[in-house]
């Protein structure tokens, strides 16, 4: 792949030749996989460029330490948009979940949540980088949808926002854990629904 000319590096980046999004993309992608596949400390710079199929030198170039490409893909998995107001609490749930646990996708999406938890947990730099880069947006972006809700006048008027957060994000939590560990889960069809009339019960006036 040719690299052309673009405007400068976003902060964080090394300098350098300018790079290409195509490229860039690739090798973000291959550090999520390498990084959810095998951890932070077996991953390494020369399995990230093999994987996407370009050179150490085109690696450097985008991100100069595993730290710098780890916080690159904090930052690419939190930038899902905003959720989407559907005009009520309960479809904005439902939608949520939908696209969540409903898709095939949500395997990976597991897999990728599981092996960040783990590689945090005993690592104070991984860990302030997963808070600044992938906790705080979706934490921002949930509590979004919570406000939003609460000027609809739909939630309790009890209810603190981060505890609805929490009830919110907590069964997403257990199910991705669950689909993990190939614990025995409802996957039937009707699963987003039973877990959105169960979110909303708790949640809504």
Known sequence: MEEQPRSPLPPGRSRGRPSDKSIDLALTEAALQEFTERGYHAMSMESIAARAGVSKVSLYRRWSSKPA???????????????????????????????????????????????????????PELLAL?????LAPRLEQLRGLVERSRARGELRADMPTDIACAMIAGPLFLYYLALLAEAEVNTSRDLVEQLTRAIIGGITQ
Do not use: C
């Open 130 to 134: 997963y808070r600044t880069q992938l």
């Open 69 to 123: 490409i780890v916080a690159e893909v904090f930052r690419y998995l939190s930038e899902a948009a905003p959720p989407k107001d559907h005009g009520s609490f309960e479809a904005d749930i439902r939608a949520l979940l939908d696209e969540s646990i409903g898709t095939s996708g949500a395997a990976s999406a597991g897999k990728a949540l599981m092996r960040t938890m783990g590689e945090i947990a005993g690592n």
